[in-house]
């Protein structure tokens, strides 16, 4: 279809103000964390005198590489677990007809609606009863928890879209529960769990509430915490330059990541919208 030129003038002209507006902070970030002294100050949209004094100080002061190997291990260990549990609990809502299902389901969805800071007393409570307090183990359980019904959700739905067919072939083929999930479906889904469970480590990594308040020890903390906690040299220096740098250091796995797996992202995205 022909569109005139002027319309197709103001469509890209409105995509580049969306990109703009939407990346800039990010770029500010980049060009702010190669600045120190009085530069950190003076307005500037341009890299210039840059220094790497702002990316050597964030790792030689703290454990900073250590809250950065503990966010890795929590955000993959949140991923393993969440999609372990949810592609079982997938299968059994789509394919197991018990009474009783489509409750379940929606209780299942209605636990990530409540906020964060609503569930914090309670969950606190049962982390420190299970003895989880200050460790690891005490952010990858909350995490969990609240990283699995939105899996659920989206992994039900896309089993649903797969042919019975599949499953009643490899039970004739003699299959089990376990290998029809590992062997038949885990393969058809796996671009529903690439995208579920990079949502999954990016909430994991970005946490902050859990983070701050079931961990206080420096050396188990995650970076959203690190990076809220690092200190100038005095009480009355907020250390921007070092906040930056750090900020655009944990950033990097993350658009890593999202450019490795992009198409699987956009995959898992669009599949079953459209029936075959």
Do not use: H
Request: no cysteine; hydrophobic share 60%.
């Amino acid at each position: 279809m022909y569109r005139p030129w002027y319309q197709v003038a103001a469509f890209y002209a409105l995509v580049g103000v969306i990109v703009l507006i939407s990346i800039f902070p990010f770029y500010y970030a980049v060009i702010t964390s190669f600045k120190e002294g009085t530069a950190l100050f003076k307005v500037s949209y341009l890299p210039s005198n840059i220094t790497l004094n702002n990316y050597i100080d964030v790792f030689q002061s703290g454990n900073f590489l250590r809250n950065i190997l503990n966010s890795v291990l929590v955000a993959t260990l949140v991923v393993v677990l969440s999609l372990l549990m949810a592609v079982t609990a997938a299968y059994a809502l789509s394919r197991v007809r018990f009474r009783g299902r489509s409750s379940l389901l929606l209780m299942i969805l209605s636990v990530s609606m409540f906020p964060q800071i609503s569930l914090l007393a309670g969950l606190f409570e049962l982390i420190r009863a299970l003895g989880l307090y200050n460790t690891i183990w005490a952010l990858v359980f909350s995490y969990t928890i609240f990283s699995l019904p939105f899996t659920v959700w989206v992994l039900t739905t896309f089993m649903r879209e797969l042919p019975v067919e599949i499953e009643e072939a490899a039970i004739v083929d003699g299959a089990t529960p376990w290998q029809i999930i590992t062997k038949v479906f885990m393969p058809l889904l796996w671009p529903a769990l690439v995208t579920t469970g990079l949502l999954a480590f990016i909430g994991a990594w970005n946490e902050f509430l859990f983070a701050l308040t079931f961990v206080i020890s420096d050396k188990t903390r995650t970076v959203p915490v690190a990076i809220a906690l690092l200190s100038g040299s005095s009480i009355y220096e907020i250390p921007w330059g070092a906040i930056m740098a750090a900020a655009v250091v944990v950033t990097i796995p993350l658009v890593v990541l999202v450019i490795v797996f992009q198409r699987k992202i956009v995959a898992g995205l669009t599949a079953g919208g459209v029936k075959g």
